[in-house]
């Protein structure tokens, strides 16, 4: 016999509580655990229509030191040897503004841990922070430390709730295949082992990560747990631009979520704390509510409450991007002159001159890719200069906009011999090339000075008003400059990017600046706390695109999901509805040939524009629903709805070819007085749309085409 001994069926021991702490907002109730040997864990939870209560006590603040990081040997982040010797010290509450906040401080002999609980009035969630102190007169390494832990069964309403009533709702991104959500039983990832006569704790978890500096490169930083019959829904985010790492785990008594940054084990990141060094952990936010789509919801509320302040949150300026199924980064003057005129007559607000204009070179597209890093424009693409083109979009009414990878510097690019070493990511003193790009570490002084000089420049000189930042390399587990693990000095960087990203912010407060990163590799909420808006996907095929757009809101503020809208001339009138409507309960985010349009095309990309312009203002503060659930990759009926007390605007997508049939039930309007209106098109020929508001359910027969769109407005009426 192998492995650790059997525990046997024994009497369930009640947790006995020595002292409950409370934190309450106008939105949220939360109730803190000390149990009689000082053990701190989140206990309770109330607020959004629904209360939860752990049916165990799973401590919050999870260790591993190097030295001891389980008792037992486990491959999960819970039940760590240091998170079970903390006790509890005291607390302090206060309130800042709209935030209540509680700071609960237990320590051992080594250490102090303060964890610092946050909820704003408006949200029923939860942001929770770590920070760990070195206590003693010699360093300590670390090789987790996780934000948060606590026990997910437990009891809802009174109900008991066990692992085989949960389910999990998770997603992943790829490259054009992002916001790929699935909902799968618990029991899918962790199988029951224990029976009567034998229990059993497991010794792994199911986990998600990802690995090197994508932060949203693969599986997602956020995730829903909810009952099979919706009546509760737990959501988390973990809110950081780089590594990370979420476990679901289960023990004899129940189920244990642990959301975490980088560690150890899975990103070569470790912490060496000298005597009285602090370190604190990223954040995370758990949100609850009635459901599912509830808690979401929650979720959605305190990403808009959680934004950085900026006038682009209130305008949702409407972009013309020239790349997508456009120019592709092989802008010119006299390609680019009469795109403008197009996307001004179309109703956009701004023009992004997209990836090549800095291009130099006589090799065209091809030049440019490991010469980037000096941004300055080509004088080939632009013969009388790229200020012609920014002038022009000016003088038709738009925002100058250009596309920009600042953290990256090509191989073959003058920066690159200008730069010290120590400016870049470096392992064992050798600069790193991904894809023939160096990786600037914003830790260093040069590194910012040169992005700091060439914003600036190109702000101030140029006039730009709009950035579209992209990010589409990943150089790994980071940099071990300074005498660092890997994960650590990536870490680092990921904090002095927000923080250089709120100083370009603070010196240009106007400036509306797009997060990219390889269509959405890296759309974190770290970054679209301080960001205008992310871009989606780089798919290219309206039909692949469709699922990508309608779970986005999954991961980020509706208003905030940049959606491509890129008309063909090779498009039918369906296909060129489709593709309008990608954006349309988002953020628009034009692109295409306008100019080689029809004129029919041409009047439904204007008709798109000014509905989208009419309803921006509604849009930033509904809340997104999923009336057929979470669109599957190659589901061939999709809809997106976003809701608030007088208005619902929803849009339905068809897939697949030939004329079909759906009922779209839409619950929440069950007993509503509402009537229903056509958006876009306006003129709804080939689909049948029948709104029943009795029984709350639309009706709707779509066009025979290979993939199509409707959207409409259920505005209530008493």
Not at 264 to 285: I, K, M, N, S
Not at 638 to 660: E, K, M, N, S, Y
Request: aromatic content about 6%; some cysteine.
């Amino acid at each position: 016999m192998t492995g650790a001994p059997v525990a046997h069926s024994e009497p369930k021991r009640e947790t006995v509580i020595a002292e409950l702490i409370e934190l309450s907002s106008e939105s949220l109730n939360i109730q803190v655990a000390a149990d009689g040997s000082g053990r701190i864990a989140l206990a309770a939870i109330a607020g959004a229509g629904t209360s939860w209560q752990a049916s165990h006590h799973v401590p919050a603040i999870e260790l591993q030191f190097v030295d001891e990081p389980h008792p037992t040997p486990v491959l999960r982040l819970a039940g760590s040897s240091g998170g079970a010797r903390l006790r509890y010290r005291g607390n302090d509450t206060g309130v800042n503004g709209e935030t209540h906040w509680l700071a609960v401080t237990a320590e051992d002999d080594r250490v102090s841990a303060r964890w610092l609980l946050s909820t704003r009035a408006g949200a029923a969630t939860v942001t929770s922070t770590v920070a760990v102190t070195n206590l003693g007169d010699v360093e300590v390494s670390l090789g987790a430390v996780p934000t948060l832990s606590l026990a997910v069964t437990g009891q809802v309403g009174g109900v008991a709730i066990r692992p085989d009533d949960l389910d999990l709702i998770s997603g992943a991104n790829d490259w054009c295949g992002e916001n790929r959500w699935q909902r799968r039983s618990v029991r899918d990832y962790l199988p029951a082992l224990s029976s009567v006569t034998r229990r059993l704790s497991p010794k792994g978890a199911h986990s998600a990560r990802v690995l090197g500096s994508w932060s949203t490169g693969g599986a997602l930083p956020a995730g829903v747990l909810t009952t099979l019959d919706d009546s509760f829904g737990l959501a988390w985010q973990i809110e950081h631009n780089g590594a990370w790492r979420w476990d679901l785990a289960e023990e004899q008594s129940g189920l244990t979520l642990t959301l975490s940054g980088p560690t150890d084990a899975d990103h070569q990141w470790l912490t060496v704390l000298a005597p009285g060094e602090t370190f604190t952990t990223v954040p995370a936010t758990v949100a609850v509510g009635a459901g599912w789509q509830a808690a979401v919801a929650e979720l959605t509320k305190h990403r808009r409450l959680a934004r950085r302040p900026h006038p682009d949150n209130e305008r949702l300026t409407v972009i013309y991007n020239d790349y997508m199924n456009t120019l592709m980064g092989d802008p010119t003057t006299e390609r680019l002159l009469p795109l403008v005129e197009a996307a001004a007559a179309a109703g956009a607000e701004a023009f992004c001159i997209d990836a090549g204009w800095y291009d130099n070179s006589r090799e065209g597209f091809v030049g440019w890719w490991d010469y980037v890093g000096e941004w300055q424009p080509s004088t080939t693409r632009f013969p009388h200069g790229i200020s012609e083109v920014l002038e022009f979009i000016r003088e038709r009414g738009l925002v100058p906009g250009l596309w920009l990878e600042p953290e990256v510097v090509g191989v073959r690019s003058p920066m690159a011999e200008r730069l010290p070493d120590e400016a870049f990511f470096t392992r064992r003193g050798r600069r790193i090339a991904e894809a023939g790009r160096y990786h600037l570490d914003l830790r260093h002084p040069v590194a910012r000075s040169h992005l700091d000089a060439t914003i600036d420049r190109l702000v101030e000189d140029l006039g730009v008003g709009y950035f579209k930042f992209d990010y589409n390399i990943n150089p790994g587990p980071g940099t071990d400059a300074g005498g660092t693990s890997a994960g650590a000095g990536l870490l680092g960087h990921n904090r002095a990017q927000l923080d250089w990203l709120d100083g370009v912010l603070d010196r240009h407060p106007d400036l509306i600046i797009e997060n990219c990163s390889s269509g959405a590799m890296r759309s974190d909420f770290a970054l679209l706390s301080r960001l205008a808006l992310q871009s989606t996907s780089d798919q290219q095929d309206v039909s692949r695109y469709v699922p990508i757009a309608v779970a986005a809101p999954m991961l980020m503020l509706p208003e905030q999901a940049g959606s491509w809208a890129y008309p063909s001339a090779a498009m039918d009138r369906e296909e060129t509805i489709a593709s309008l409507s990608l954006g349309l309960l988002g953020r628009l985010y034009l692109s295409g040939h306008l100019p080689q349009l029809s004129a029919e095309q041409r009047a439904l990309v204007g008709e798109a524009v000014t509905a989208h312009r009419r309803l921006r203002g509604a849009i930033r503060s509904l809340l997104p629903r999923w009336p057929l659930g979470l669109p599957g990759w190659e589901d061939r009926w999709t809809a997106l709805a976003l809701t608030g007390p007088q208005i619902t605007l929803l849009t339905v997508f068809h897939r697949g070819g030939g004329a079909a049939e759906a009922a779209i039930p839409l619950s929440w309007l069950a007993g509503v007085a509402t009537r229903m209106e056509p958006v876009f098109p306006v003129q709804a020929s080939d689909w049948i749309l029948d709104w029943d508001p009795t029984a709350a359910i639309l009706q709707v027969r779509a066009a025979d085409a290979p993939v199509s769109a409707r959207t409409v407005a259920l505005r209530t009426t008493s």
